[in-house]
């Protein structure tokens, strides 16, 4: 089993930026994939972006259009999300997730691990 605990949400002013935080513990996979998603009230859960074991990261340009950089430390078991230029319409809770092997997903079925999720809000 994995843990994945997400930190470093708030509230931030349109404009503003947040870095994002989650650290895994447990049987964790330096090799494995590894994600952010989001969900706003009353919508599904998006792809934000990912990263492979091999650190080569996949953003959703639409969502994120180039403002959020995907990082991970495995020194630290620690994933990060920077996020720059924050929108209102950024507003949501984030989820760090974690697959078990295989390549990165935009699908939240590729991945088996899932944060408690840290609340992000946007303020205009």
């Known amino acids: 089993q994995v843990q994945l605990v997400e930190s470093g949400g708030g509230l931030v002013q349109a404009g503003g930026s947040l870095s994002l935080s989650c650290t895994a513990s447990g049987r964790t996979n330096s090799n494995s994939a590894m994600a952010w998603f989001r969900q706003a009230p009353g919508k599904e859960r998006t792809f934000v972006a990912s990263?492979?074991?091999?650190?080569?990261?996949?953003y959703d340009f639409d969502t994120v259009q180039g403002r959020f950089t995907i990082a991970r430390d495995n020194t630290k078991n620690t994933l990060y999300l920077q996020m720059y230029r924050l929108k209102p319409e950024d507003t949501a809770v984030y989820y760090c997730?974690?697959?078990?092997?295989?390549?990165?997903?935009?699908?939240?079925?590729?991945?088996?691990?899932w944060g408690q999720g840290t609340q992000v809000t946007v303020s205009s």
């Open positions: 997730a974690a697959a078990r092997w295989g390549d990165p997903s935009r699908y939240p079925s590729g991945y088996a691990y």
């Open positions: 990263i492979s074991g091999s650190d080569s990261p996949t």
